[in-house]
């Protein structure tokens, strides 16, 4: 069995995509993610391009992730040298142990839009490739719109992978750019290619310019290529990249291809609602194999067959891939990952209680709760149900006023009222928000009776609004994440009034604080 | 050039949606949308099934549109008579000049799902199909399940094809209803069906479970399908039907089939978005060629490119499908893109100006702002540096409170002060949170002056905290989604206090919907 390659360019190309922005901690999270999921390859960014980068591959390479990272860039300036090439430079000093070159294979953007030669342009990817294999690098090759380049002048687009290869590229890998062609064309051309360079690896990059981005990349694969570039979810500038998301079980459990072990396949589904989630994007509940609704069966008959036999209706099994069969008429369907994720955390579980939080669960997530990255809310769920658990405070009131008055300026404050134990605390803090000043008062209420709370900090914070186009009268929902040294953790809280989802969630994560800190003692400060 | 056929099943299988409903009222305008537009077939809904639709069928009808209406049922019951069958009469009564049938072609189907036999079931249909040819009807044969029956059991699927084209089917529409199938298997299939059933008008009805629904229905044509089964932004259940959006000018574009007049293509990105905006549901910025990014460029290089010569990146002409180039504001853009920007608004911008616009946008992204997405807040510097422009109006105090007290419940209140021409206008509003109540209140504040304000409603709210770890304390970005009728913008605010940050978007929106509308005339009701 062929096995297949992933390239994830998430960090790179998929957050060239208009509405996403991912800090440096956002991007460290998706890697460490990705990498544990198995991505063959992940291209981290573009150090040339964004200083920031500079900061996280730092950090990235320093975590010897098991997946192989990749550092973007181009290839040398026309007439330049390679030596005193600041993108060249930079993307060495990234440290990662591939780099990735994309060149121009088109002849035409060759003299248009670099205004060179079509002899320097051969030399400028000899060398930049040359250049980086004598460093050490694993290098990777992108034909930047190598199909259009090669409809165009297919002598010169094969000379711009030779050029490649014979400086030593380990990989060469074709680029759709403009995202345009359809299936059928992606598949002779590639197959021409590969004939005319046995021997040599190949990879394709897609984008979805015409809906096609999935099937061009299959469509490549069946010709030869043996990694295929993509992103999560099709993340990506215009119309997205390629979707790795729904490549993946397509080329396994269709077409046969050895990609991933099977336990890492039944993840694909919380793995792309994370990254969804760490991106401050809806996931796309009508994504293949992924969705909320990829497996959902409307009508009592549709249930009925389906218990018969599933694949009256069904593709596949969707536990493959993580996801489950829902009947939208009425809710048969349990959840395996819950008991799971109980006897992760060492709770033993009878059916009944994970029965209980099933339905707490079934029943927030109605009210716009997701539960996919807010472990620590499931988590505090399960403890709750612990017969020996007691509650360490419980919340009686809150107030929380934003003002801006014309020659006063911002104010911001809150009041939190709070039992703990057989004491009432009425604490009142201000803050640069109302959310902030609130997090501050409930800790502030918190930390004479438990003084581990002093070392908690809110680190992020996201919002969604819920409910398609019903704007802010629509519920909210809100993410937080908390550290306390080394310790993070995630919860969420949903509700119209985006200052109360964050009041449960602020609250849950105090109370959660409590049960991971003491449980492993003083954090860890380093 | 070969004609394709186009048929649309929005209003039927699309509407099976999840979190799609559409009224008797939503259906008709839809309808008469479409059929302006062009499309050959409407499918309008399943009489049998919902008996909303009867009076639906019975408007519909009256109303004479250009395009042919079908109503969708299933063949007869086994071991029954098409006479007593009350779905094929519902269908009659419909009074369509279209009926479309949908009968088993998977032996599997036949013998577990509807536990009859192999020879029945083929009776069911080439009785069902001449009962409806003897009223008059044109029939069109939806063979269900068709590709998994072929591989299953050819003769059988086979079969049931020659069932109907017997009885005098009009069309054959081969079915991929579990949406499992790749291109390649597509086109081998519907080429081999082809060729067995010479003369015969094949459509083909695709499912995007593979995320391949274009790319099969593509591949389905190429074997000698003439009709296209899908729907409007490829709504439907699951992962959902074949995009005709994406589908149509693929066809007409890339593939050279005569589908629609040149002019008719140009009003496809309207077509989408005012569909969208019909079933409540967003548009996707990132749909195949008429999603508002879907020709958006991102940093100086590639616009100074493009207006060098458009086909460098881009694969087709926007104006081709009635969506337009865009050059995506950023940090990495030069003055080229503004310019641009300025020059579609109609506003001629010396370099000096577009210097201080830059500027400006390079300052505040410092501050957190991102202008990728807030096409609007750009828009409205350029509009601020006008000779002629006055502030419509002046923003002097606001107050937002959110509490909750024990026994009480949530309270989200605001107060609002702007000045308005002469008059200082000061409102109250309550809300679900103290943004939404903000809005209103500013909304209250203004639209005794501007009456037009009144048709803008919020439809969605993003949240980020900015500076990596700082939580609540960091910087707020607010992104804010305001529709119009069919007319949508965005704008920023970026600020600590998350309530502040909303304000500055809240009010920069109401700004902007001034010189906007009023551009426009009055919004689009449909």
């Known amino acids: 069995m062929t096995s297949i390659l992933l390239y994830d360019t998430t960090l790179r190309d998929g957050s060239q995509r208009e509405d996403i922005s991912l800090s440096v901690e956002d991007k460290l999270t998706i890697a460490q993610r990705l990498a544990a999921f198995g991505m063959h390859y992940i291209e981290c960014g573009w150090p040339g391009s964004n200083p920031k980068d500079a900061d996280f591959f730092a950090r990235a390479v320093s975590m010897n992730l098991p997946a192989r990272l990749a550092a973007f860039g181009r290839t040398r300036n026309p007439n330049g040298s390679c030596d005193d090439d600041t993108n060249l430079r930079a993307l060495v000093v990234a440290g ?21 030669t079509l002899a320097e342009n051969l030399a400028m990817i000899g060398d930049s490739v040359a250049w980086m294999k004598a460093r050490g690098k694993e290098v990777v090759f992108d034909a930047e719109h190598f199909y259009d380049g090669f409809l165009a002048n297919p002598d010169y687009a094969l000379a711009t992978l030779r050029a490649a290869a014979a400086a030593g590229a380990d990989w060469l890998v074709l680029c759709e750019t403009n995202g345009g062609r359809l299936p059928w064309e992606m598949e002779a051309m590639t197959r021409e290619v590969a004939a005319r360079l046995p021997g040599a690896q190949i990879g394709v990059h897609c984008h979805n310019d015409t809906g096609c981005g999935v099937a061009n990349s299959l469509a490549a694969v069946r010709s030869g290529a043996t990694m295929v570039q993509g992103t999560i979810n099709g993340y990506g500038e215009r119309v997205g990249n390629a ?43 009508h994504q293949p194999y992924t969705g909320h609704s990829a497996f959902a069966h409307k009508g009592g008959i549709h249930v009925a067959a389906i218990l018969k036999s599933a694949d009256t209706y069904q593709h596949i099994d969707p536990e493959r891939v993580g996801n489950m069969m829902r009947s939208v008429t009425s809710e048969l369907s349990g959840r ?56 360490p405070f419980e919340l009686l009131d809150y107030f929380a006023i934003t003002e801006r008055r014309h020659g006063r300026g911002l104010v911001a404050e809150a009041t939190v009222k709070v039992k703990v134990g057989e004491l009432i605390k009425f604490t009142a803090a201000e803050g640069n928000g109302p959310v902030n000043a609130l997090a501050s008062a409930l800790q502030e209420a918190l930390v004479d009776h438990y003084p581990i709370l002093r070392t908690v900090r809110l680190a ?27 310790e993070a953790w995630t919860t969420v809280g949903a509700n119209a009034n985006i ?14 604080a409590l049960i991971r800190l003491v449980d492993k003692g003083a954090p860890d400060k380093g």
Do not use: C
Request: hydrophobic share 40%; aromatic share 8%.
């Open 499 to 512: 200052i109360d989802a964050s009041w449960r969630a602020l609250s849950d994560s105090m109370e959660y």
């Open 243 to 285: 979707d790795l998301v729904t490549i993946l079980p397509n080329l396994q459990l269709k077409m046969g291809y050895a990609v991933l072990p099977e336990e890492k396949l039944r993840e694909l589904t919380t793995l792309s609602r994370y990254v969804a989630e760490v991106a401050n994007l809806k996931h796309n509940d």
């Open 460 to 486: 992020d914070y996201k919002v969604r609004i819920l409910g398609g186009t019903a704007g802010t009268a629509a519920n909210t929902r809100v993410l937080i994440d908390f550290q306390s040294g080394t």
């Open 336 to 391: 395996g990952n819950i008991v799971l994720q109980a006897r992760r955390m060492g709770l033993d579980l009878d059916n009944e209680a994970a029965q209980h939080v099933l339905a707490q669960i079934k029943h927030l997530e109605h009210e716009g709760f997701t539960f996919e990255a807010a472990e620590a809310s499931v988590e505090l769920m399960f403890h709750r149900l612990r017969a020996d658990y007691r509650r």
């Open 96 to 116: 990662t142990p591939v780099v990735t070159l994309v060149g121009k294979s088109w002849d035409y953007h060759v003299t248009q839009v670099l205004s060179t």
